[in-house]
């Protein structure tokens, strides 16, 4: 992107500045630069199906890529071990009981890196969201432990997955697969994963282009949503002895 043009429209300078069309976006599906993480900004993306990633102490990058990778909540892949770990049930699974955690969990180093996209100004960010009933995590627990997780955010009957962790071997996948199971019950057409990977598509998710996925997205994201904060509505390990002092 070299066009002093181009660059001048992909900037938001106003709050009220709308993107631009995401089939302007680069390569590399960038849609537009700055603007603010408000819930009004976040919410406008992600219903356009639009989602920030930036490292701390960049300007705001807005990405639409192409191809979109996604996860039909039914089309979950379970491996035999994965199973294993579902059906020990040594864990209790939880909906929006410790958003805040999960976040600052998913914002730590990871195995043989040293960074996060997860800086300070998001962690704020999706909180508020959380508090206004956009954004949701799972939460796995274990002897009183947060072991694994989840978060991202709901726009009518669309998900947004944006990051999962493991304290304990396959606990993030326990988190997905019981998040599966529940949005499928509450009938969600799609999990955004936005960009593809080994692991994500080892899980099941598919690539779509861009206008597949928005069309999907749309359509989804036009219908009646859940307001927050959310509970499983489907029977889950719920063994109260795993589960902090606190929250029992």
């Known amino acids: 992107m070299t ?7 992909m900037y ?39 989602f920030p990633w930036y490292s ?22 379970v491996t035999k071990s994965h199973r294993r770990s579902v059906a020990n049930a040594d864990y209790v699974v939880t909906m929006d009981r410790a958003f805040a955690d999960v976040m600052s969990n998913c914002a730590g180093p990871r195995d043989k890196e040293t960074g996060t996209w997860i800086g300070s100004d998001m962690q704020a960010a999706y909180l508020r969201l959380h508090h206004l009933g956009q954004a949701h995590s799972v939460e796995v627990w274990r002897d009183g432990d947060l072991v694994g997780g989840l ?29 599966c199971a529940q949005l499928a019950a509450w009938d969600f057409a799609l999990i955004d994963c936005q960009v593809t990977s080994s692991h994500l598509t080892s899980l099941g998710a598919i690539d779509l282009s861009r206008a597949d ?7 989804a994201a036009a219908r009646p949503g859940l307001s927050g904060p959310w509970q499983f509505e489907i029977p889950v390990p719920n063994s109260p002895n795993h589960l902090p002092a606190r929250e029992r």
């Not at 990058?61 to 892949?77: A, K």
């Open 3 to 9: 066009d002093a043009a181009d660059l001048m429209r």
């Open 12 to 50: 938001l300078v106003d709050p009220d500045q709308p993107f631009p069309s995401v089939e302007l976006a680069d390569p590399s599906g960038l849609v537009a630069l700055g603007g603010d993480l408000s819930p009004e900004r976040l919410l406008s993306a992600y219903s356009a199906g639009i």
């Open 56 to 77: 701390p102490g960049e300007t705001i990058h807005w990405y639409c890529p192409d191809p979109r990778s996604i996860l039909v909540p039914t089309n979950l892949r």
């Open 151 to 179: 978060y991202g955010v709901a726009c009518g009957r669309s998900f947004a997955g944006e990051s999962m962790f493991s304290r304990a071997r396959d606990t993030s996948k326990v988190a997905l697969y019981w998040l």
């Open 213 to 219: 996925y928005l069309h999907l997205h749309t359509k």
